[in-house]
């Protein structure tokens, strides 16, 4: 079965004043017991991929993910966009699982989600305050304003595919951004038994 994620999820209406910054594992790990309807990979492309960065800094890598989409996706505002993603990250980084973090904003700049991936091998100082911890898999999600419960679908999305512990490792060795693309699209760890979909 493809990784999926499911409706709008109804804990949304009180997470509309504020950022989602959730570490909790338990509470990511309910997101993947959502009903099925969206397919993870569906969200984004190889292209918007990048792929073993060498930079270590949070920062300088979440404006080269908005950048790519800006050239992708035909994001606009990307200052506006990089404000408002750090705006929800100084008090409490969204490091969801070991080694990864969902950095997100809701913007007037996008009618659609809008996804970029980075991986990095040596790891990504994504918290200050740790910089022992770091992060090798990041998922960058923009979400229009007017769909608060866009991240929670993609969270519900990558939680079932990310239940391993060891998946930011493992995609972070992956050397190229198509077999990013692909581990998600086959389902994760679980690859072997969710042939690729067609393209």
């Known amino acids: 079965m493809k990784a999926t994620c499911g409706q709008t999820d109804p ?15 338990v509470w990511w790990m309910t997101m993947a017991m959502e009903n099925d309807s969206i397919q993870f990979s569906s969200l984004f492309r190889p292209s918007e991929v990048i792929c073993q960065t060498q930079e270590t800094d949070r920062d300088k890598i979440l404006m080269d993910m908005l950048r790519l989409l800006a050239r992708e996706r035909g994001v ?3 200052d506006e966009a990089f404000r408002a993603v750090l705006e929800r990250e100084k008090d409490l980084p969204t490091i969801v699982a070991p080694g990864m973090a969902m950095p997100h904003a809701r913007i007037e700049a996008v009618r659609e989600i ?15 305050r740790r910089p022992d911890d770091r992060i090798k898999l990041l998922v960058l999600t923009l979400a229009p304003k007017t769909s608060p419960g866009a991240y929670l679908q993609t969270i519900g999305c990558v939680a079932r595919i990310c239940r391993d512990p060891s998946t930011a490792e493992v995609v972070s060795s992956l050397p190229t951004a198509d077999r990013v693309w692909s581990f998600f699209d086959k389902g994760g760890m679980a690859s072997p038994d969710h042939p690729k979909a067609a393209t």
């Open 11 to 25: 804990r949304e209406e009180r997470m509309q004043g504020g950022p989602v910054r959730h570490t909790s594992p």
């Open 114 to 128: 809008v996804i970029s991936v980075a991986t990095s091998r040596q790891g990504i100082v994504y918290d200050p």
């Open 76 to 78: 606009e505002n990307i």
